[in-house]
């Protein structure tokens, strides 16, 4: 295999070229402006602005980059010596970013590394000098060819070497591939995987102690997603077991599956939250589990769940795919004291338009509305750990920052709502092109990244507790 890794030549070099200042400054405001970037030597001590527009309360905007016009979908974080680095899997590109942000204020793209053509390589996770890529075949309504060939599974790269990852091998799961995995570090990936003869992903366990020969230690599924496989009858579903939901094709696993112990917690849809038990990794065991839908969305009933052990809660939430019209989404915070019986202890309140919005509410905006992902990646030590406040991207309402001290009452205290893209990168979201922020990692000198379908990635800081 041929591995083409285009690196910056002047990586070191805190100033960027003349090419790279043009660039930017075409994306982030006035031909006058972008005139004039590339006239005058850039000054360290000046941020990179980002498209103007944005509104915001108690966060400030730090840099932004463009990510030569590949907008970014996950993200990972890492320092490395003196050097910060983030990892972003693309949308509507095939292959992955890597961007130094030592300096926030002058993000740089320092590599791009290609991907496997009608491929999905949305997802990235990262911990030491490992990284794991996720390959999936691309849902047609987002341009993807359902006769075309495609990688799927998950690569694993060495990322000794900052800005130029070098693959050690790749798993396969034989089907669609996989979705949002997790590496804590060590011997196991734990995947969403889209498997042979399942209906939805399941939860696949694969060691990677040999990287070019990984090999699958264990699986899990919820009863009844296996082909011909029925599923049982509610009298024969413990309630402290939780799997249940309204329609059989909206139980998938979604991702990261996220270890706690000998506990994995799985965002699994429409069938909640489910615990395992994963002591012995060829025999996940059942430990139990929380029902979200009904009332709540039931094809993402639960989308993502981040548990907190020592402060014996977890935090989850859905996802709205119905542009506004469907059941309300929720982002909720989970007692998870007894696994075996998590209960909800709140819901977070729904964000609000700035002054002046045209719009009543984010669900009537346009595009996609409600909670996606948070702050996950608590597994690696450059990444903020979760405390008293909770950070969480909310398509067409832009960041969201809760004071999350008294678990029973969080609060909003901090939101950034990104200026609407004026270039269309894909076919999503359908109709208005609006702000859609799908992701957001903040590291541990509290520097937040979030990412858009159609923009590059915006570098903010919190800026109060009040």
């Known amino acids: 295999m041929l591995l083409i890794v285009y690196v910056r030549r002047d990586v070191e070099d805190r100033h960027p070229s003349r090419r790279q200042a043009l660039r930017t400054s075409l994306t982030a405001a006035s031909a006058l402006a972008a005139a004039h970037a590339a006239a005058t030597p850039a000054r360290a001590d000046v941020p990179r602005p980002g498209p103007r ?8 905007l730090v840099g932004y980059t463009d990510l030569d016009h590949r907008p970014a979908f996950k993200m990972a974080v890492r320092r490395v010596g003196d050097r910060w680095f983030l990892y972003t899997g693309h949308f509507w590109d095939s292959g992955w970013s890597v961007v130094e942000v030592t300096d926030p204020r002058r993000p740089e793209v320092v590599a791009f590394v290609p991907g496997p053509a009608d491929t999905w390589t949305l997802q ?3 911990h030491g000098d490992i990284m794991v890529t996720a390959l999936e075949q691309i849902f047609p309504n987002f341009g993807g060819d359902p006769q075309a060939a495609f990688e799927e599974g998950f690569y694993i790269w060495d990322i000794k070497d900052p800005v130029r990852p070098r693959r050690l091998g790749h798993y396969r799961t034989g089907g669609t591939g996989t979705h949002r995995n997790l590496y804590p570090g060590g011997r196991y990936v734990h995947a969403a995987a889209g498997a042979p003869g399942f209906r939805g992903n399941i939860y696949v366990i694969v060691d990677i102690a040999d990287p070019a020969r990984p090999r699958e230690a264990g699986r899990w599924w919820v009863p009844g997603q296996r082909d011909g496989e029925d599923r049982p009858p509610p009298s024969e579903r413990p309630h402290t077991h939780g799997f249940c939901c309204a329609n059989g094709a909206d139980v998938s696993l979604h991702g990261p599956p996220y ?5 994995v917690y799985l965002p699994y849809g429409a069938a909640g939250l489910v615990v395992l038990d994963i002591s012995d990794v060829s025999a996940p065991r059942p430990v139990g589990g929380l029902n979200f839908s009904p009332p709540f969305h039931s094809r993402f009933g639960v989308h993502g ?3 907190i052990p020592g402060r014996n809660l977890a935090f989850a939430n859905s996802e709205d795919v119905s542009y506004g019209k ?3 989404p929720h982002a909720s915070i989970v007692d998870i004291s007894d696994p075996a019986r998590p209960w909800l202890v ?3 309140p729904t964000p609000e338009p700035p002054p002046g919005a045209p719009y009543p509410d984010f669900p009537s905006r346009g595009g996609w509305s409600g909670p996606h992902n948070i702050n996950h990646h ?3 030590p450059d990444v903020q750990r979760q405390g008293d406040l909770f950070y969480i991207a909310h398509f067409n309402a832009g960041l969201r920052i809760y004071d999350v001290s008294n678990p029973r009452l969080p609060r909003e205290v901090g939101w950034f709502l990104p200026p609407d893209p004026t270039r269309r990168y894909g076919p999503m979201p ?3 092109l609006v702000t859609q922020t799908e992701d957001v990692v903040v590291d541990r000198r509290g520097y937040i990244y979030i990412s858009d379908k159609n923009q590059g990635v915006h570098i903010l800081r919190y800026t109060s507790r009040s």
């Open 326 to 328: 469907g059941p309300a």
């Open 305 to 307: 769940v981040l548990p």
């Open 124 to 126: 990235v996770d990262l």
């Open 53 to 60: 527009g944005q509104h915001a309360h108690n966060v400030e």
């Open 430 to 432: 359908e109709g208005r």
């Open 378 to 380: 608590q597994h690696h």
């Open 259 to 263: 270890v706690a112990g000998d506990l």
């Open 346 to 348: 709140s819901l977070f």
